[in-house]
């Protein structure tokens, strides 16, 4: 297969790998620099919650492994030519001729909470524990837009016009919001978030859903 045709197929698919690698690759910087193990860099994130199997680097650690972190991702990103940034996937400065190559891709990552937060502590998840959101107000003033298209939804219900605006003015929209580190932040509705499936908007991949 062609370098431009499979970077540019399954970009999202080698970035989530480089990822992966980085984050075992930073990890096993702390084990050798600290001497060790892997679970004591790490704690419960919800403390006081029961079977709470989510897991956080602790604060001690944490820009420590960030560091790491940055440092293995640059590093084998520019061994496979690949940047993200690309809409092909492929580094500038390397050349894109005839170039056949094999799959980059390992074993699928395990989908378990702590795994997953060790592995990826920045990916994007949908899960049970409160999120961060804003309420964004809606009037004929403010936001008109979304007040008019707001309106036009409860009305669709069969709720009559008037008293539509008297509850889009009361009741702010609440938005759950999201942040791909990659590509930038985006919110969505929270009466949505956890109850139908979800896309990230700048790739179209869907969220992981792992709420119970």
């Known amino acids: ?14 970035n989530s790998s480089i990822m992966e690698i980085a984050s075992d690759l930073a990890e096993a910087r702390l084990v050798k620099k600290h001497r060790k193990f892997p679970e004591e860099f790490v704690e419960p994130e919800n403390p006081d919650g029961l079977d709470n199997n989510c897991v956080r680097y602790k604060e001690e650690y944490q820009d420590e492994y ?16 690949f940047d993200f940034g690309e809409k ?11 170039v056949q190559i094999h799959s980059f891709i390992g074993p699928n990552s395990r989908d378990d909470c702590e795994d ?14 409160e999120n ?5 107000i809606t009037t004929p003033q403010i936001n008109p837009g979304m007040f008019r298209r707001r309106v036009q939804n409860l009305m669709l219900s069969r709720l009559p016009q008037q008293e539509a605006e008297k509850f889009v003015v009361s009741t702010p929209q609440k938005l759950e919001l999201f ?3 990659n590509l930038g932040a985006f ?8 109850n139908t499936p979800l ?10 859903d792992e709420t119970e």
């Open 199 to 208: 896309y990230k908007p700048y790739t179209g991949e869907e969220i992981p």
């Open 1 to 14: 297969m062609d370098l431009n045709q499979y970077y540019a197929e399954n970009k999202g698919r080698i």
């Open 132 to 136: 961060e959101t804003v309420e964004v």
């Open 187 to 194: 919110a969505i509705d929270a009466e949505a978030v956890g």
């Open 116 to 129: 997953a937060n060790i592995r990826d502590p920045e990916r994007v998840i949908i899960t049970d524990k």
């Open 88 to 98: 092909n996937g492929i580094a500038r400065s390397h050349p894109t001729g005839n």
């Open 66 to 81: 960030n560091e790491f972190y940055d440092e293995e991702y640059e590093r084998v990103a520019s061994l496979m030519k």
């Open 179 to 181: 942040y791909d580190v």
